[in-house]
């Protein structure tokens, strides 16, 4: 677990239920490499590591260089880690309850593994490299098929108690609304997530209001995507702007609830929908500002995520470089 300092190399590592990508770059940044297989989650635990392990051998084979010249792989994946790197929960993961992942993928690979939250490591990810490498303490959120959240406080990300932190999804923004995966009604996530998005444009276009995205899917409800409904919005369809502006409702109590209990500096949000543009952004900012308090909104700048989909594997490396003492 403690970096090999004689190492010029870090990985950063994102896994996925479905894909596992690692990157190789170079202490000051430069990347050299990149390798990428499929996780098979659903096929048990040793098919994981050996599959992460994959990732990361196909990375530096890519880049040229040797693993004992590695000084670490941070590894980001979805659900509860505990700091040496124990998966306590990870949904889409069967059977993971428990399994020392970090020193399993460790041994397999001979890298210094460090592990954390896949979102906790996204916010230090755009906190280091992307959108809020000017600031000191920031909080992310991430909008698709869940609503994860990431917190860093004074450069150090907030993993919780044990390791439960930052799951800003499942703050409650509308009591006895949607059910939640998690068995609670009316979270951020179940009134904002994928599935909600498109049921409520759905249920508009169901009651009869006219719609040209229903027409263009031709009235099935299984082919409108979050993407669809951002794109007829844009082109003025009245439906999806509603959706769009109920979506940006709840996030933004979301965002203004977050900004009252911290006051950070900065709130990123991240996901596919986040880059939807103002039929998206301007009713999140109304909602802010509505719920937020006055002095910690004017000093709180809520933008979209920089880094994309690299911001895993961006927090990958930055926690390496963090325990080495280079950022
Ligand atoms: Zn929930």
């Known amino acids: 677990m403690q970096p090999n300092l004689s190492g010029q190399y870090v990985v950063g590592v994102d896994v996925g239920g479905t894909n596992s990508r690692a990157a190789v770059f170079t202490l000051d940044g430069k990347r050299l490499g990149e390798g990428r297989e499929p996780t098979f989650a659903e096929r048990g635990p040793s098919v994981v590591v050996e599959q992460v392990s994959r990732a ?9 260089v040797r693993a004992e010249d590695v000084a670490g792989a941070g590894i ?3 659900g509860r880690i505990t700091p040496e ?27 210094p593994i460090r592990m954390e939250n896949d979102v906790n490591i996204a916010a230090l990810g755009e906190f280091t490299f992307g ?3 000017d600031v000191q303490s920031l909080v992310m959120l991430t909008l698709g098929t869940g609503i994860g959240g990431g917190i860093v406080l004074n450069g150090q990300v907030w993993s919780g108690a044990n390791a439960g932190g930052a799951e800003i999804g499942h703050m409650v923004v509308n009591p006895g609304g949607r059910q939640c995966g998690c068995g609670n009604h009316g979270c951020l ?3 904002a997530q994928r599935d909600a998005i498109v049921e409520r444009a759905v249920l508009k276009f169901q009651s009869g209001r006219p719609s040209a995205l229903a027409e263009a899917v031709e ?3 299984d082919r409108i995507t979050p993407a669809l409904i951002a794109e007829f919005a844009g082109k003025g369809d009245q439906v ?3 959706t769009m502006a109920e979506t940006g409702h709840w996030v933004g109590i979301g965002v203004a609830n977050m900004i009252n209990i911290l006051n950070p500096e900065m709130v990123i949000i991240g996901g596919g929908i986040s880059q939807a543009g103002p039929i998206l952004w301007e009713p999140l900012m109304r909602g802010v500002r509505s719920y937020a308090i006055h002095e910690s909104f004017q000093v709180c700048r809520v933008v979209p995520a920089e880094l994309g989909d690299d911001a895993g594997i961006m927090g990958g490396v930055a926690m390496i470089l963090k325990a080495l003492g280079k950022c």
């Not at 990361?56 to 040229?64: K, P, V």
């Open 56 to 64: 990361i051998e196909a990375a530096l084979t890519d880049a040229g």
């Open 76 to 78: 980001g994946m979805p």
């Open 85 to 111: 790197g124990v998966v306590l929960w990870s949904p889409n993961f069967p059977d993971i309850e428990g399994v020392p992942l970090l020193s399993l993928i460790q041994e397999r690979t001979g890298v």
């Open 131 to 133: 959108a809020g490498r």
């Open 189 to 191: 996530e179940a009134m």
């Open 219 to 221: 009235y099935q409800a």
């Open 240 to 242: 999806c702007l509603e």
